[in-house]
């Protein structure tokens, strides 16, 4: 900020720190359809409400997933594998076929066999199958060929896609519940090590288990009516395994901060500030339920203001705009000319305003400068060091009171 901060901002700060522990260090994990996740949400419903904010719970089916590891053996040599995200366990023993491209995969003769996915067609995360807001060709040819050939299993073996499945080495080639082939995978380089073993009798073992539960958005809403109102939105949600603090306990830290310096609104444009549950999630299901009982009705909303992945410790905040009124990115820009710590970054398009753009809405997405400019390499989120370490918590501050005083 330009300035010194005053009483109700080290007031802002102190609370961003604890909104920050109980998200990160309190709550044991965020991952959709677990109990952390459940208790995520009613951390988030609680502290609005005392903030005179009306809320409503949109209720879905979710599954969560646990695992207990795999091996996989051939002859005597023994490889480094994961269980994939969401996978059935298997206990399996049959030969082991390599597959580089999409053609040789829809070739082969899989039937009963373990196929091993390695090379081109492993080189990014394949997209779930029922996933509808980006789903390439490619992929949905690649998951057509495995159900379609049914194979006992499926290896593969993967390197970095940070712009898609995060920062993690290797990433899970397919993180998908809907997919009900048992899927493990493991690093590029261990690859290279099996390929030698193609056609041999390979034995994989995955202990893995689907665990039904339940999860929710919540939507905060004040002020009057429906028509252009402003929804301003951080999905809640995190991978299992990460404490997930900029991946995004940062954006609803921000959201509670707005609905402190909100609590007195009053009138129009109504105001949501919506903590979506899914986007790190193969199904998205709580943007999917909010697209469903919007039906049609995305006209209603004046402006979408995403947050997702801010407050990191290097660098400045990034706004950046899709589809903005010119008026309206003009009374933007000069509240962000108040704010040292806020510059305009550049387009993305992985975050939940483009369900919004996607529907005609305009939007703005506020993330990390540094995050941003480094998606496609960065090798943080998604893992273990996407901790409370790397927060900036004045930057949060200095979001909410930006984005609190362009709303009003």
């Known amino acids: 900020m330009k300035h010194s901060m005053n009483g109700e901002e080290m007031k802002l700060l102190r609370e961003s720190e604890l909104y920050m522990k109980t998200l990160c260090r309190d709550i044991p994990g ?3 359809g677990s109990e952390g996740n459940r208790e995520a949400t009613r951390f988030f419903e609680r502290v609005v409400r005392t903030h005179n904010w009306q809320v409503e719970l949109q209720e879905f089916e979710a599954i969560d997933w646990e695992e207990q590891g795999a091996t996989l053996q051939l002859g005597e040599r023994s490889f480094e594998v994961l269980v994939g995200p969401y996978s059935l366990g298997c206990d399996v023993r049959e030969e082991l076929i390599p597959v580089s491209s999409i053609d040789e995969l829809e070739k082969a003769d899989i039937r009963g066999k373990i196929v091993f996915l390695h090379g081109d067609i492993a080189k990014e995360q394949i997209m779930p199958k029922n996933f509808i807001f980006y789903n390439p060709e490619e992929h949905k040819r690649i998951i057509a060929a495995l159900e379609k050939g049914a194979p006992l299993a499926v290896i593969g073996a993967t390197g970095r896609n940070s712009g898609v499945a995060g920062g ?3 990433f899970p080639l397919i993180e998908d519940g809907d997919f009900d082939v048992p899927f493990a995978y493991m690093t590029d380089v261990e690859g290279e090590q099996l390929l030698r073993f193609a056609g041999r009798e390979a034995a994989l073992i995955s202990r893995s288990r689907r665990i039904p539960g339940m999860g929710w958005n919540v939507i905060a809403r004040k002020g009057t009516g429906t028509k252009d ?7 809640i949600d995190a991978k299992k395994g990460t404490p997930g603090a900029i991946d995004n306990a940062t954006g609803v830290t921000i959201l509670i901060l707005l609905a402190e310096l909100l609590r007195s609104y009053e009138g129009e444009p109504p105001i949501e500030l919506a903590a ?6 193969y199904a998205v299901p709580g943007q999917m339920l909010y697209i469903e009982r919007m039906d049609g009705r995305f ?3 004046a402006l979408n203001i995403n947050i997702d992945g801010a407050g990191y410790k290097e660098g400045r905040s990034a706004f950046s705009f899709y589809g903005l009124p010119a008026e309206m990115e003009h009374k933007v820009r000069n509240v962000m000319a108040g704010y040292d710590g806020i510059v305009e970054g550049v387009q993305w398009v992985q975050g939940d305003h483009s369900m919004f753009v996607q529907n005609g809405s305009p939007a703005i997405a506020v993330t990390s400068n540094w995050f941003s400019e480094n998606m496609d390499d960065q090798k943080v989120t998604h893992t273990p060091a996407d901790n409370l370490e790397i927060v900036d918590y004045t930057k949060l501050v200095e979001i909410a009171k930006a984005l609190s005083e362009f709303i009003l």
């Open 168 to 170: 993690v080495y290797p």
């Open 299 to 301: 006209d209603e909303v």
């Open 229 to 235: 109102r402003i929804v301003v939105s951080a999905h």
């Open 276 to 281: 979506f549950n899914g986007e790190d999630y």
């Open 30 to 32: 965020r991952c959709v």
